[in-house]
């Protein structure tokens, strides 16, 4: 899976085995130790799920779930409370505030590994499906192949990714910021007007004859897959 996950925890000898260990499966992992801070960069990032810690500095896990949950942006983003509580009380106040599941600390990596895939197939199929469709649109994740209704399209690696990123999220608006931070990623230094240059491509590639135009602008926001 390329699924995108962000880890909102305190303890950094967590976050190293979490992170290495869902690495190794393909996921690409973003992390923050400090709640106000990780509350702002999940909203920034567009993660596909997060793991959240129930204690944290600044701004506990409970309060951040409650953020998300009442926002119409991210309310649909998955979350998995990580938490040494045990108590049926605190299990049942967790998902009361709208967490997905709740993994108590210590906790079993295989378990852990096995409740995201199977909160990822629920609620993110468009995460961790090889095959996904939008409109006449096909992705083909295993081959890497592009198809428009029966026709196969030709992209370039960037164009695929961009394609790849709008796709599990459509009808989402994605700031130029955003996609440089999804598609390009943090250590590359791009200009955000080279996302422009790549998203006009995607649609000479995508918008063949007769067919209806797939990628939207939206004026001082940005673009989407619409």
């Known amino acids: ?20 260990n869902l690495e ?21 990032s567009a993660p596909d799920l997060v793991l959240l810690d129930w204690m944290l500095p600044n701004l506990s896990g409970i309060e951040i779930c409650k953020q998300l949950k ?17 108590e049926e009380e605190d299990k049942v106040r967790g998902l009361n505030v709208g967490a997905d599941d709740y993994v108590t600390k210590p906790f079993s990596y ?45 992209l370039g690696p960037t164009e695929y990714n961009l394609l790849d990123f709008f796709i599990k999220n459509p009808k989402r608006v994605y700031s130029r ?9 943090n250590d590359i230094n791009v200009e955000s007007r080279t996302v422009d240059v790549h998203i006009r491509r995607l649609r000479q590639a995508i918008n063949i004859a007769g067919s209806k135009e797939l990628i939207r602008t939206v004026r001082s926001a940005g673009y989407s897959l619409d």
């Open 110 to 154: 295989p378990e852990l590994l096995a409740r995201i895939e199977a909160l990822l197939r629920r609620s993110k199929p468009s995460v961790a499906q090889d095959v996904i469709s939008f409109e006449d649109l096909k992705i083909d994740r295993i081959t890497r192949r592009v198809y428009r209704g029966k026709k196969e399209i030709s």
């Open 24 to 44: 190794k499966e393909g996921y690409k992992v973003s992390s923050s130790e400090n709640g106000e801070e990780a509350l702002k960069e999940i909203k920034e």
């Open 177 to 185: 910021e955003q996609l440089l931070e999804n598609v390009w990623g």
């Open 1 to 20: 899976m390329n699924a995108k996950i962000f880890i909102v925890e305190d303890e950094k000898s967590i976050i190293t085995l979490i992170k290495y």
């Open 70 to 86: 009442k926002s119409a942006q991210y309310k649909s983003i998955p979350i998995i409370m990580l938490t040494a509580k045990g």
